[in-house]
């Protein structure tokens, strides 16, 4: 029975959809002005993951996930290079896309643009100054927070304390500090489209609202996003949604923990991120996504270069596993050991789901899939007979099918695996094999010892098998 933690009542809760089994998700994206750091990377591997494992349960899940397409870091960003900002958001559109693909993060079955839904805005900025929640000044329009009795129900703070800790400006024109922005006026030369308070822009938190509800309905199943999106950002949609409809918005709500640097938060504003493009130019994706399950999803994230190896080598166990099921081959003088092999699928798949259904613990996922891995390692060792061997490799294939679209992990070949970590160009390599085959075919063994070892310092290792001399990378750091 899945059961997800739900940030509004700070506890884990057994998920019960809506609607049957259609399960209505959305997370916020990202906003469109610069490539994709690994924070990004963290939030969409995570949705992603719990997408697939929920799918695999059974479930009928649509994924919304938007873009942000107009807001001040855009508009900065066409100031500073002269480029329009419908120019700007289009190119990181196409960056944002490659880097997912990367990741192996599927496609929402949505990815509404901000600018797509102004006028639908624009209605919800009219329901809500028609009803008493918002309020217009010189164009400006601002969301009056304490017409709504329970805000800061997500975020679990006090009206009368955040008043306490906000500062007035000198330049603000709202009734009160807590107060903010539906619409923002345009400022001269920045983009705008028109409203019954003249030209303007939506401001961020009613994007979202809009965009969910117009795809999804309310209220939907999960709303999704970053813990740092808590508060304000889904405090304030909670706000404005709940006014404007009278219903509840969202019903469970799960936010990711950081990624640090040093213990404190990646991020641009602090200059201390690494871009997904940073990353894969140094490691193989794969590594980047395994290294994100490795961490319970609520809990921060530390990153460094060293855990990134480790994840490559932990992926390096599991790619040499599936080698070795496809090497094997059974002999005369096998065992028979189908007791054995028939006990693994079974106490896999129910550990595996015990693990995910606890709020889509993949950390704990990924040890189940280790010791399966040395179960199998020494079925292995003890040389199956055909028999046993075909039952093995077939619970094998079908668990790997899980591990692939659960965790999105293990998807490619081994040899295209190995292929991607050579320290050395593949056709040097074969040359450097087909000289070694002729020292031995000539006996000349100590020759084609040379060659191994010089491999082997290059992560490479040979195995000589009878249908020829195979190899396995390992990346060199």
Not at 429 to 445: A, C, G, M, S
Request: charged residues 35%.
């Amino acid at each position: 029975m899945l059961k997800i933690y739900n940030t509004l009542n700070a506890c884990k809760e057994i998920f019960e959809p809506i609607n049957d089994n259609n399960v209505n998700m959305y997370v916020c994206g990202v906003t469109v002005y610069d490539k994709c750091h690994v924070g990004h990377a963290r939030s969409a591997v995570v949705f992603d993951t719990a997408r697939r494992y929920m799918k695999y349960r059974g479930y009928k899940v649509t994924f919304v996930k938007n873009f942000t397409d107009i807001d001040d870091k855009i508009i900065n960003k066409s100031k500073e290079t002269g480029i329009s900002w419908k120019e700007i958001t289009e190119k990181y559109i196409r960056e944002h896309d490659y880097d997912m693909n990367k990741l192996n993060v599927k496609k929402p079955d949505y990815e509404p643009k901000a600018t797509d839904y102004i006028d639908d805005m624009i209605e919800l900025c009219s329901k809500l100054i028609e009803k008493g929640n918002a309020y217009e000044i010189d164009g400006d329009v601002y969301f009056r927070v304490k017409s709504f009795q329970e805000y800061g129900k997500l975020s679990n703070r006090d009206i009368e304390e955040l008043k306490a800790g906000t500062r007035i400006e000198l330049r603000d024109n709202k009734e009160d500090p807590l107060d903010f922005a539906l619409w923002k006026k345009s400022k001269e030369g920045e983009p705008g489209w028109e409203s019954p308070w003249g030209k303007g822009r939506p401001g961020w938190h009613i994007e979202c609202s809009v965009m969910s509800s117009k795809i999804l309905g309310l209220p939907f199943d999960i709303h999704g996003g970053g813990k740092d999106l808590i508060f304000p950002h889904h405090e304030n949609e909670i706000a404005q949604s709940e006014a404007s409809c009278g219903c509840q918005f969202a019903k469970y709500w799960m936010h990711n923990g950081f990624v640090n640097i040093n213990k404190e938060k990646m991020s641009k504003s602090l200059g201390n991120f690494f871009t997904i493009r940073d990353i894969i130019e140094e490691f193989e994706p794969e590594s980047l996504r395994y290294f994100l399950l490795t961490t319970h999803y609520r809990s921060p994230l530390d990153f460094s270069e060293d855990k990134l190896i480790e994840a490559e080598s932990a992926l390096d166990r599991i790619y040499t596993l599936i080698d070795s099921m496809v090497t094997y081959k059974a002999g005369r003088k096998g065992k028979n050991l189908l007791d054995e092999v028939n006990s693994i699928k079974e106490h896999f798949e129910k550990d595996f789901i015990e693990a995910m259904d606890d709020d889509f613990n993949t950390a704990a996922a990924l040890s189940v899939i280790f010791e399966y891995i040395r179960k199998m390692n020494v079925l292995l060792e003890n040389k199956p007979d055909k028999e046993s061997f075909k039952s093995l490799k077939n619970q094998f294939n079908d668990i790997l099918e899980i591990v692939r679209s659960t965790l999105g992990i293990a998807a490619k070949t081994p040899e295209d695996w190995f292929r991607a970590n050579l320290s050395i160009p593949e056709k040097e390599l074969f040359e450097k094999i087909n000289q070694r085959n002729e020292y031995r075919k000539n006996k000349e063994f100590d020759k084609a010892d040379k060659i191994r070892d010089e491999l082997e310092k290059k992560g490479v290792e040979l195995l000589d098998t009878p249908e020829g001399t195979k190899y396995r990378a390992r990346r060199v750091h």
